[in-house]
């Protein structure tokens, strides 16, 4: 099922394909951006356009606005935490609702579907509303009531072959009126790339499954002399999410820094962007630089390359994102390995085709000549098996068998150890918590949520993860750009994504002023000699 873009390039952080969605009975148009992790529909609300500085052509700038009082079908749930992009400070609220959800400006041109879940918000994060193509459920009070999301429920209808779609961003620099994106649910079109025999398996985290690792970032390029210019831009490899949703690119420090020195740009510390002069810019593209991005399963495999040229990083921003419109260059400083991420910049030169019902997705070279469409079914796997053929996805690897089981024995005794650790912590009556200083009372009300605050969850399958659990007071309504008053902090043990602040258990209090040395030492230094002292225990029995 080929989706047709709106023809229109949307967008206040660069401008971007859109695609339409008629939304409610009778239906009111609004453009969106595509969102490969959410599953949900978001649409401007008019709250949307009271913001300071607010242009005379918001509502058109932001995609167009969704009036609630004006649909007679909406069934309305509430108001919930937008959950999208929440590691990379992303904030605001929606309000909730099942309503009738089409494609394109016609029902003749794309699908319609109802009971789908919308989300009506005023937030400046999302400049224009999105529509997630995801296959997970949407639950709004507990995992038994669940919503099917848009993709899912065409693939319950038969109204496309598989649990599968394939998008590429589209390019605005890309001939004289530029290059639209193309999606297809449930199929891919051969035309639009360079085929490659890279596959890459889910990661473990579903809410961040699509993960490639980048091996390698290179710049190549010509100095105003004529001799070649290289520049490697990734001092490690690392792994990385896709996701189209935002449009930058977040890297660690080090490879922002090789960023700055190799191509002379500036980070801007108000606008948290790296802002463009013209200098700069004319610069950049008299040296008609190209980036190579080398991505594979793992860090030592075999990669495929993905290459942008400097047209793709050269975006314009515009109000309320910045102060005044200037050129930037969509590079994001990572605070650690959760936030990084390859966005909507590098799609628009890569071809990226997800196969949930087999767990495995592709990244290929976009093509951008424009001839004869291939457009692919990909079958179901229960389609398939119905042929006799075998389906099962070999898991790829090149270690040998020792290697393998020296890696499981590791992992086990890794784990053995962490929950060692944990079991001795609470048997020695530590608390698991940093001291925290008991709030005022004007600050303990604003970490009450109001009656209108709920919890949104998304489940896959019998799965389940927490959208919006903030105790935070939030406003759907405010000029402000959303950001939680009073924000909760999750203290973790370092080079561990486990939340001890969530462990079962009795927590103590927290300890009077002269609490004894052992309970000062700090969280950190606990499980290291936690750790320490089950180590000598091993040694022991082992010498036993």
């Not at 969106?32 to 959410?38: A, E, K, N, V, W």
């Amino acid at each position: 099922m080929v989706i047709p873009p709106s023809e229109y390039w949307d967008g206040n952080d660069g401008k971007w394909s859109s695609f339409v969605v008629r939304v409610g009975n009778p239906a009111q148009v609004s453009r969106t951006l595509i969102s490969t992790t959410g599953q949900e529909t978001w649409v401007v609300l008019p709250e949307g356009c009271n913001f300071a500085r607010v242009p005379a052509t918001c509502a058109s700038d932001r995609g167009n606005i969704f009036q609630l009082n004006k649909t007679t079908t909406w069934k309305d749930k509430g108001l919930f935490g937008l959950n999208l992009e929440m590691n990379l400070d992303y904030t605001g609220n929606g309000h909730y609702g099942l309503d009738t959800v089409g494609l394109s400006f016609s029902a003749k041109n794309g699908p319609t579907l109802e009971d789908q879940v919308v989300a009506g918000y005023a937030t400046t994060s999302y400049y224009v509303g999105m529509f997630g193509i995801g296959p997970k459920s949407i639950n709004f009070t507990s995992y038994e009531d669940q919503q099917p999301s848009f993709l899912t429920t065409l693939k319950t209808k038969n109204l496309i072959p598989s649990l599968s779609w394939s998008y590429t961003a589209g390019a605005r620099y890309r001939g004289s009126s530029g290059f639209l994106s193309n999606l297809i649910f449930g199929g891919m079109d051969k035309s639009l790339f360079v085929p490659n025999n890279m596959t890459f398996g889910f990661a473990a985290d579903n809410s961040r499954d699509l993960v490639v690792a980048v091996q390698k970032i290179v710049a190549t390029g010509t100095s105003p002399t004529g001799s070649e210019l290289t520049f490697n831009l990734l001092p490690d490899a690392i792994y990385s999410f896709v996701d189209s949703t935002i449009p930058y690119i977040w890297l660690p420090i080090e490879a922002c820094k090789a960023f700055e020195n190799a191509l002379g740009i500036v980070w801007d510390e108000t606008s948290q962007l790296y802002l463009l002069n013209e200098t700069t810019h004319d610069s950049l593209v008299s040296r008609n630089f190209v980036f190579t991005f080398s991505l594979a399963n793992d860090t030592v495999g075999k990669p495929i390359s993905i290459a942008l040229p400097y047209a793709s990083f050269d975006l314009q921003a515009n109000p309320p994102l910045v102060q005044n419109t200037s050129r930037y260059f969509p590079l994001k400083r990572a605070a650690n390995q959760t936030q990084y991420t390859l966005g909507r910049a590098f799609l628009q030169e890569a071809y990226l085709t997800v196969d949930y019902e087999r767990s495995n997705f592709s990244l290929s070279q976009t093509v951008f000549s424009g001839g004869q469409s291939q457009v692919v079914a990909i079958p179901s796997v229960a389609s398939v098996n119905n042929t006799g053929i075998n389906t099962t996805i070999p898991i790829r690897s090149s270690l040998s068998t020792a290697t393998i089981a020296g890696v499981a024995i590791s992992v086990v005794s890794f784990f053995a150890i962490i929950a060692l650790t944990t079991w001795i912590c609470f048997r020695r009556g530590w608390t698991l918590r940093k001291k925290l200083t008991p709030p005022s009372n004007s600050e303990a009300k604003e970490l009450e949520a109001p009656a209108d605050i709920k919890t949104l969850v998304e489940a896959n399958g019998d799965m389940g993860v927490e959208v919006s659990g903030e105790t935070a007071k939030q406003e759907l309504y405010s000029n402000e750009r959303y950001e939680l008053s009073s924000p909760i902090q999750r203290f973790e043990l370092p080079g561990d994504d486990l939340d001890l602040t969530e462990l079962p258990g009795t927590l103590r209090p927290a300890e009077p002023e002269n609490m004894s040395a052992e309970a000062e030492v700090s969280q950190e230094q606990r499980t290291s000699m936690a750790i320490e002292r089950l180590r000598l225990l091993i040694r022991k029995n082992n010498v036993m």
